[in-house]
Structures are given as structure tokens and as C-alpha cells.
């Protein structure tokens, strides 16, 4: 299947769909206990169409990558898009750089189409992780630069310092959660996302990559809700999920799964757009 994408006035685009890796390969450790399988799911969900793949050198510290890695090896690397993030201990000049090569011999390839700042670090100079994000973009190991769990003014802070368009966040933002993320980070920029973050992608030609859009299975519980949509437009509640994400301009979203089933559900979730009024019904209704 070939995923509908979202494209900016730049052309850079990204599918409404792309794969999302946290916990393959391990949590913040290493597991390899399911290696084989891992990359068994990630060969498949590629050949099933997702060509976007996001990924984190802290995911499974580095493993998920060395997976994925050995997953794209038989695919043309031009038809995908790999996305990695730096760690946000590790955003002062050198360490991008380093941790940027780090994630490129993981990976096995010799670009990265997307590389995240994974969140920012008061510790650190914004100006000096803009700069060695765009020593990457000049000696063409990364093709596009991104930030995440950035809130508008630390969004147009990091803006102003890059010589590259910024062309994604990428946030905690799903039916569950709107203007407060969940991630207990020791400070405040996990907020906001629907109130301020996304009007403001959507007015200025940035990509919201929604993270956590099933909230890790938890908008796949039942409710009266939901149902109603579920049995509107004949989708399960994954799919339900992920439309009211897509349908909304500029948003696109990475569910994570290395099980084939959901894979192939997940699918369901593209290709199609929830009415108007049944985005602003479950925005104003879900779980109030
Ligand atoms: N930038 C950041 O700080 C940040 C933070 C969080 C997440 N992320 C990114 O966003 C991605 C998605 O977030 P997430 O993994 O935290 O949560 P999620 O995608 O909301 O949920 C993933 C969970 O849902 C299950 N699942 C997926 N599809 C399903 C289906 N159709 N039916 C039933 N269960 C299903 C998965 O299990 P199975 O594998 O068994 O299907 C997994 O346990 C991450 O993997 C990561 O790439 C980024």
C-alpha cells in the first residue's frame, strides 16, 4: 500500500503512517532476546508500505537501530526514511556530531533523512546543538533537521539559530492527550501540544509528528464513544485513533508495532478522512 503523505511548501514530506521503534531492541537497555522477530516486523511492515521509521539512539541504548539497521539492508535505501534523534544529554557540539555518527554506523547507511533533537536541555546552548545540527545537514549526513517535545518559543528559538527549516516536532499528542504529556520530564515543555504547538506547525509549515498515538494501548479500551465511531465507519479502534490524528493538517504519526496484525491494522488507520464534525466531536468528548 502506498501511504498518503503530508509535504511541505520545502517538499520535504512524511507519510501519514510511519513506524515507530521504542521498545524494539530493548527499553533503555539492551534486550536481544527477540532480535530475529524484530527485524522479521520491521522487514514486513516495510514491504507492507511504511517506508518512515523512527528511531532514537537511546532506544534499547543503540540496539534498536543495529535492528533496523539489518531490517532496511535489502530495501532501496532512497525509497525510505530513516529518523534518528540525539539524546538530550548529548546536544553539546561535539557530542551531536558524535552521537550522529554513532547512530549512522548503527544503522548501517550513510545519511539520516531526519535527525531529532529528542528534547531540549536547559543545560545546554540551543545555538550550539543548532550549529552542529547544521554541520550535519552541511556534510551530508543528515538531510533534514527536527526537533521534539519542544514548545513553540523553544521551537522558534532553535528556528532563528538554524540556517535549515526546521520541518518537524515531534510531540506527545493523541485522542488521550492533548495539552499535557505524560513523560515526567524536570521541566514544563510536554504542554500545550494542541492549544499552541499545533496551530502554530500548521501556520508555519512544520510537520506534528504525533508519538504515543495509541498511548500505548490504552485509546484501545472500550468506550461509548469511540464505539460509536467504530461502528460509523467500520474501523477498529486503532484505526479510529490514528485517523483523528491524520485527518488533522500537518499531522502525521508513528504507532509502534512489531506484531504483523497490528501492523497490517494500523494500516487501516490511512487512506481515509474522518468527517470534520467527528474530529471536533471526539476533541471535545474523549474522556470528558
Ligand atoms: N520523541 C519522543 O520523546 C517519543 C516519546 C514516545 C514515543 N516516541 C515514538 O513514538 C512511537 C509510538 O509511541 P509508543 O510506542 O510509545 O506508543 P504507541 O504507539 O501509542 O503504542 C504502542 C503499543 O501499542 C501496541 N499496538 C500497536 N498497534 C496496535 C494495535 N493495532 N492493536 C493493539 N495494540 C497495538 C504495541 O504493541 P505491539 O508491538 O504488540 O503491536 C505497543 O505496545 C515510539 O515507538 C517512538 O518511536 C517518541
Known amino acids: 500500500m502506498k501511504i498518503p503523505t503530508k509535504k511541505l511548501k520545502n517538499g520535504f514530506e512524511l507519510p501519514d503512517l510511519g ?10 537497555e539492551v534486550d536481544t532476546s527477540r532480535d530475529s522477530g524484530s527485524i522479521e516486523a520491521v522487514k514486513k511492515a516495510i514491504a507492507m508500505g511504511y517506508i518512515h521509521i523512527d528511531t532514537a539512539e537511546v532506544y534499547g541504548a543503540g540496539h534498536c537501530e543495529e535492528l533496523i539497521g539489518q531490517a532496511i539492508k535489502d530495501f532501496p535505501r532512497e525509497n525510505l526514511i530513516i529518523t534518528s534523534k540525539v539524546a538530550r544529554v548529548n546536544l553539546a557540539y561535539d557530542d551531536v556530531l558524535r552521537a550522529a555518527e554513532k547512530s549512522l554506523q548503527k544503522l548501517d547507511i550513510d545519511y539520516i533523512d531526519l535527525y531529532y533533537i529528542h528534547a531540549p536541555n536547559p543545560e545546554i546552548s540551543l545555538k550550539e546543538t543548532i550549529r552542529a545540527m547544521d554541520r550535519l545537514v552541511s556534510d551530508k549526513l543528515v538531510k533534514n533537521i527536527a526537533v521534539s517535545n519542544f514548545t513553540v518559543d523553544l521551537l522558534k528559538e532553535a528556528q532563528a539559530y538554524s540556517d535549515n527549516k526546521i520541518v518537524a516536532n515531534q510531540i506527545e499528542y493523541s485522542l488521550l492527550t492533548r495539552n499535557k504529556g505524560s513523560h515526567g520530564l524536570p521541566y514544563a515543555d510536554n504542554v500545550d501540544m494542541e492549544s499552541k504547538t499545533l496551530p502554530y506547525c500548521q501556520e508555519n509549515d512544520i510537520l506534528v509528528v504525533a508519538e504515543r498515538p495509541l498511548e500505548r494501548g490504552i485509546l484501545l479500551e472500550k468506550n461509548e464513544l469511540m464505539g460509536k465511531m467504530v461502528k460509523k465507519y467500520n474501523k477498529s479502534y486503532a484505526q479510529i485513533a490514528i485517523n483523528w490524528l491524520i485527518s ?14 497490528h501492523l497490517e491494522e494500523n494500516l487501516g488507520g490511512v487512506g481515509w478522512k474522518m468527517e470534520e464534525e467527528d474530529i471536533e466531536l471526539l476533541r471535545q468528548k474523549y474522556n470528558n
Open 19 to 28: 513506524l515507530g521503534t521504542w521498545k524494539i531492541g530493548g527499553g533503555r
Open 248 to 261: 488533522q493538517k500537518n499531522v502525521v504519526t508513528i504507532p509502534k508495532s512489531d506484531n504483523i496484525e
